[in-house]
């Protein structure tokens, strides 16, 4: 299996913009995970979808961050507007039931709003 | 609300030595699962160990194991035969089955010296 597939690696944008995130979860998982690192605040879990359903969402931090997961092989994260301190490196992690079960991570995408 | 420490910031082990990295944890429950992660300097996170609260046998995969002692509620991760690629930050995480969460601890930085 490819793994879970993130893109982009990376992306630079200005203050503002708006900024898109995918991912794709490794076939067979039901569980989708987004979560955030920085130095400040290490690793934050985002939001949580299970069959495609968001479960949690407690962790995005504010109205400018969505997620979809329209099908179960894809998700979007999306900022808009984005700002300085979303500047970070988002994982997204994918489960076969749950969290409870090992989260396998995708690369990261590390993003950098000026 | 669960927390992970992981006391250690940063250690280093000669290669071919033994090291073991400390984890506390902070719960009122009794069903959980502890996990370790590695994240090497090309960021992808990647699962080294999972442990189920209920089992009494300590997780063990090839050169690491875990020494997990449940009512101290400290997951130690031992790492024998250190090699150069075992050079990572290693991240504590705590499963929490109500909260449907993982928590990470702040992460030890381990670098193994040739």
């Known amino acids: 299996d490819a793994g879970v597939i993130q893109s982009p690696r990376h992306e630079v944008t200005e203050m503002g913009q708006e900024v898109t995130l995918r991912c794709k979860p490794i076939?067979?998982?039901?569980?989708l995970f987004w979560y955030r690192q920085t130095m400040m605040r290490g690793l934050e879990l985002l939001i949580y979808?299970?069959?495609?359903?968001?479960?949690?969402d407690s962790g995005m931090p504010e109205d400018r961050f969505s997620a979809k997961m329209p099908n179960a092989s894809f998700s979007t994260l999306k900022i808009q507007p984005s700002e300085p301190r979303d500047s970070a490196v988002y994982f997204c992690?994918?489960?076969?039931?749950?969290?409870?079960?090992?989260?396998?991570f995708g690369p990261g995408t590390r993003l950098t709003v000026l | 609300a669960q927390t992970v420490t992981q006391s250690q910031p940063e250690m280093s082990v000669q290669e071919a030595e033994t090291v073991t990295l400390s984890c506390t944890y902070d719960t009122s429950e009794s069903n959980y699962y502890l996990f370790w992660y590695k994240q090497p300097p090309s960021r992808q996170m990647i699962l080294v160990i999972r442990q189920e609260a209920y089992k009494q046998q300590n997780a063990t995969e090839n050169r690491f194991s875990v020494n997990f002692q449940k009512a101290a509620k400290s997951f130690s991760l031992k790492i024998s035969d250190s090699q150069l690629g075992d050079t990572a930050m290693y991240f504590c995480?705590?499963?929490?089955?109500?909260?449907?969460?993982?928590?990470f601890g702040s992460g030890t930085q381990l670098t193994v010296l040739p």
């Open positions: 995480a705590y499963y929490s089955g109500s909260a449907r969460q993982l928590t």
């Open positions: 076939s067979g998982h039901n569980s």
């Open positions: 992690a994918s489960s076969h039931s749950g969290g409870a079960d090992t989260q396998y």
């Open positions: 979808f299970n069959n495609n359903v968001p479960i949690d």
